[in-house]
C-alpha cells in the first residue's frame, strides 16, 4: 500500500469525475439538498454535471446554491415565491447593512430573496403578480378543486391560474362524506399551552376520529389521507399529544406504532407540508382574543394561508374562532368561499 505522501494528489481530482460518469449510466438523476452537496459532490469542479434541477427554489436562500449552480452547466429552477419563503436566521438589520457595504440591491439579498426569485429576475419571459416579477409561469393547476382552488386563486394568484384537478373517485368520494362538507367550524376557547386552545382540539379529534371510522369497524385497508396543519408548534405539539393519547379510541384496531407513525407524518405546521398534499387538510389555527397578536403574524404575507389552502385537494376544515381570523387579511376570503 502506497504512502499517503507518495499518491498523487491529482488521482482522486481524475477518478471522482469517472466515477460519477460510470454511476450515472445507471442511475442517471441524483437527489440531493444544498447542505449535503459540498460534501456529495466534493472533487466536482465547474460544469462538471450536465442539468440541476432545482425544486421548491422559493424557500431556499440565493446563497445556498451557489456551489450546485457552479458545477452545473444548465439550471432548471422551478418554485412558488408566493408560498413559504425561505427560512433566515440573520436578523433583517445585518441583511441590510451587508447590502448596503457591497451595494448589492435588495431583490439579491433580503429576508424574502430566494433562488426562485432571484432566477425569476434573469427570465426575459413572465409576468407580475402581487408585485412580485414572476418567470414563465404555470397557470394551469391540477392539485384542488373548488373551493380550495378559488380561495388561491384569489388571494394569491389575481384570478390567473386555470383549473384542471379531476374530481374524485367514489372511494375518496366517501372518505370526504365522513369528514362533512368544506366548512370553517366556529370553536371559541382560552389559550392554555400558547396559542393552543383545548376546545378547537376536540373538535379536531371528532373529525380524526370520523375519518378514522373503518379502522374502528376493524377494515384495514389504506389509512386517511388527512392533514392537520396549524400555523403554530405549540399547536402542532399539544395536538399530537391527545392523538396519541386517544388511540384507542380512535383507532383501536390499529397497531399503536401504525398509529402513531400517521400522527408523525400528518400532523404538523403550514412550514412542515410545503409541497406534499392530502385529500383532505383540517386547519386548526388556535389563538384566543387575550393573544390574538399571533394572528396578525400568520396573516402578515399570504404565503403562509396559500400554503395551508393548497394541501388540500378534495376537502378543507378551518377550526377555528371567527371573530379572531375572519377580519384578517387572505382569512376573510377564506371565510368568505367557506360560508
Not at 427554489?57 to 452547466?73: D, L, N
Not at 393573544?291 to 388540500?312: C, E, F, H, P, Q
Request: hydrophobic share 45%; net charge positive; aromatic share 8%.
Amino acid at each position: 500500500v502506497a504512502k499517503p505522501s507518495s499518491v498523487d494528489p491529482h488521482a482522486d481530482r481524475d477518478a471522482i469525475p469517472a466515477l460519477w460518469d460510470v454511476f450515472t449510466l445507471v442511475v442517471p438523476v441524483v437527489s440531493s439538498t444544498f447542505a449535503s452537496f459540498s460534501s456529495m459532490f466534493k472533487g466536482m469542479e465547474a460544469h462538471s454535471l450536465g442539468w440541476l434541477f432545482i425544486d421548491e427554489a422559493g424557500q431556499a436562500v440565493p446563497q445556498a446554491a451557489i456551489g450546485a449552480m457552479w458545477r452545473a452547466q444548465k439550471t432548471v429552477v422551478v418554485g412558488d415565491p408566493l408560498q413559504i419563503e425561505p427560512v433566515v436566521t440573520l436578523p433583517k438589520v445585518v441583511l441590510q447593512d451587508i447590502a448596503r457595504y457591497y451595494d448589492v440591491s435588495d431583490r439579491f439579498i433580503s429576508m424574502g430573496s430566494s433562488v426562485q426569485t432571484v432566477a425569476d429576475l434573469a427570465n426575459r419571459n413572465g409576468t407580475s403578480i402581487q408585485g412580485k416579477w414572476i418567470g414563465s409561469p404555470l397557470w394551469v393547476h391540477r392539485r384542488c378543486i373548488s373551493p380550495m382552488f378559488d380561495i388561491c386563486n384569489e388571494i394569491a394568484y389575481e384570478g390567473r391560474m386555470v383549473l384542471d384537478t379531476s374530481e374524485p373517485n367514489n372511494q375518496t368520494l366517501a372518505q370526504m362524506e365522513r369528514l362533512g362538507p368544506n366548512a370553517w367550524i366556529q370553536v371559541e376557547g382560552e389559550s392554555t399551552v400558547k396559542q393552543f386552545v383545548p376546545e378547537q382540539a376536540k373538535v379536531v379529534l371528532r373529525l380524526i376520529w370520523k375519518a378514522f371510522e373503518p379502522h374502528r369497524l376493524g377494515l384495514r385497508g389504506q389509512l386517511p389521507s388527512v392533514y392537520v396543519i396549524s400555523p403554530f408548534a405549540a399547536v402542532k405539539q399539544q395536538l399530537k399529544e391527545m392523538l396519541r393519547g386517544a388511540h384507542r379510541q380512535i383507532a383501536a384496531s390499529l397497531p399503536k406504532k401504525e398509529f402513531n407513525k400517521w400522527i408523525n407524518q400528518s400532523i404538523g405546521t403550514v412550514h412542515t407540508f410545503q409541497g406534499k398534499q392530502a385529500d383532505a387538510v383540517i386547519f386548526c389555527l388556535g389563538v384566543d382574543l387575550e393573544k390574538s397578536g399571533a394572528a396578525d403574524w400568520a396573516t402578515s404575507s399570504v404565503n403562509l394561508i396559500n400554503v395551508a389552502v393548497s394541501r388540500a385537494k378534495y376537502r378543507f376544515i378551518v377550526v377555528g374562532d371567527k371573530r379572531i381570523w375572519a377580519p384578517k387579511e387572505f382569512m376573510s376570503t377564506v371565510h368568505r368561499h367557506l360560508e
